[in-house]
């Protein structure tokens, strides 16, 4: 009869083990569509920004500003996007052997998320700063974030900074990213670059995209003027932009990771059910049998 409590405990056990990973697969639901639509809404706004600054790009010229200005020699910096809390899969595992097998040795750290930034410190990287931001992401944790790579790039003798983070692709799927924000490359601005949207992108013709880039456009009081003032809301807004789509691939995670342990332990329930009842079952045939004995030894 030991044996039977012990497995009544573990079925007891396992069921509250299931009732919370089941709440925590809904909550990571719910914040999984908040940061989708974040994301969303901002796609299209992000588009048309691009636009603008490659017609910007064009009538100023190559050495219009310094977010421009193409460097060699200096080291990388880079913001890495991870997350505070774990059970979320391989998710910060796989962007971490991203950054390990895609940044230089010699390059230095900003990260957003608790994760990634005590592996790294435990590796001798060297940390500049450490930022936190809330959930769902608001757009202003990101411009303290901006600001510093963009001082940084400007001050610090840097080559290139550039973002790691998980980009959204669907709910089973999420890709760890490295993505340069400075200087700001022409070509990333003609394209249409995934992690502006989630989910499934509806093509754009070249043709459309051409034409679209091609529109005459009259800045006033001139075009270095409006550079100046759309260069950091356009970093800005990338900074964001990965924020929530990092977000949005956590929730995601969390929740297929919570639906499994879900799925997991209802299945270790049957089957210490299952043995559960053999158990008891031949307990019960193990007494009938002494009963009948010890009534035939009556006899």
Request: proline share 3%; charged share 25%; net charge positive.
């Amino acid at each position: 009869m030991a044996n039977l409590r012990d497995i009544r405990r573990r079925i007891k056990s396992v069921k509250n083990t299931a009732q919370i990973t089941r709440a925590m697969q809904l909550v990571a639901a719910a914040k999984m569509k908040k940061a989708q639509d974040q994301a969303l809404a901002g796609r299209d706004y992000a588009d048309l920004l691009n636009q603008v600054l490659v017609n910007l790009k064009e009538n100023t010229g190559e050495g219009a500003h310094p977010l421009l200005e193409q460097r060699e020699g200096g080291k990388e910096l880079v913001l890495v996007i991870s997350t505070d809390k774990g059970l979320c899969g391989a998710l910060n595992t796989n962007l971490g052997k991203k950054v390990r097998a895609d940044v230089p040795k010699d390059a230095e750290f900003v990260t957003v998320g608790r994760k990634l930034r005590n592996q790294l410190t435990k590796a001798g990287r060297e940390m500049l700063a450490d930022f936190e931001v809330k959930d769902p992401v608001p757009f202003a944790e990101a411009r303290p974030i901006a600001k510093f790579l963009t001082k940084a790039f400007l001050e610090g003798g840097y080559s290139k900074v550039s973002i790691a983070f998980s980009n959204y692709i669907t709910v089973m799927r999420q890709e760890p990213v490295i993505v340069q924000l400075l200087p700001v490359s022409t070509a990333a601005l003609g394209e249409k670059q995934d992690y502006e949207g989630l989910g499934d992108q509806v093509a754009v013709a070249a043709t459309d995209r051409a034409a679209a880039l091609a529109k005459d456009y009259l800045f006033e009081p001139s075009s270095g003027d409006v550079l100046d003032t759309l260069l950091p809301l356009y970093i800005n807004f990338q900074v964001y932009q990965m924020l929530v789509e990092s977000r949005a691939s956590e929730h995601s995670a969390r929740m297929v990771a919570m639906k499994g342990a879900t799925d997991n332990a209802k299945k270790f329930i049957k089957e210490l059910t299952l043995e559960y009842n053999k158990l008891r079952q031949a307990a019960i045939t193990a007494e009938l049998l002494e009963i009948t004995t010890a009534m035939r030894a009556m006899e």
